[in-house]
């Protein structure tokens, strides 16, 4: 019923930017905060940024100064500006939204697929 979609990863050298977009489509009442987590494969999923429905942000600490999380919603999307990309930046970035399918049910959260960003040294 409810899908995120993200686009904009890739492969980036070292120092390079890449900027993430994750779209959320379906039959939902409401979208509340959403946000970009990131794993690799073995490690647990990692909160990277999130932005509250009234703009409110909050960023892990190794990224704080580095990606922007924007969200414009009219259209239902997020971004993730990241500047100054590090190796250890490689990783699928999932993006999160916290929504309600109608507007007597409980806040639900939703995940997308994810999309790869590499970065090479």
């Known amino acids: 019923q409810v899908q995120l979609v993200e686009s904009g990863g890739g492969l980036v050298q070292s120092g390079g930017s890449l900027r993430l977009a994750c779209a959320a489509s379906g039959n939902f009442f409401r979208l509340f905060a959403m946000g970009w987590y990131r794993q690799v494969p073995g490690k647990e999923r990692d909160l990277v940024a999130n932005?509250?429905?009234?703009?409110?942000?909050d960023y892990s600490d190794d990224v704080k100064s580095r990606f922007t999380i924007s969200r414009d919603n009219a259209a239902n999307t997020i971004y993730l500006q990241m500047n100054s990309l590090k190796p250890d930046g490689t990783a699928a970035y999932c993006c999160?939204?916290?929504?309600?399918?109608?507007?007597?049910?409980?806040?639900?959260?939703?995940w997308g697929e994810g999309t790869q960003v590499t970065v090479a040294s």
């Open positions: 999160q939204a916290r929504l309600a399918l109608t507007s007597r049910q409980p806040i639900r959260e939703a």
């Open positions: 932005i509250s429905m009234g703009g409110i942000v």
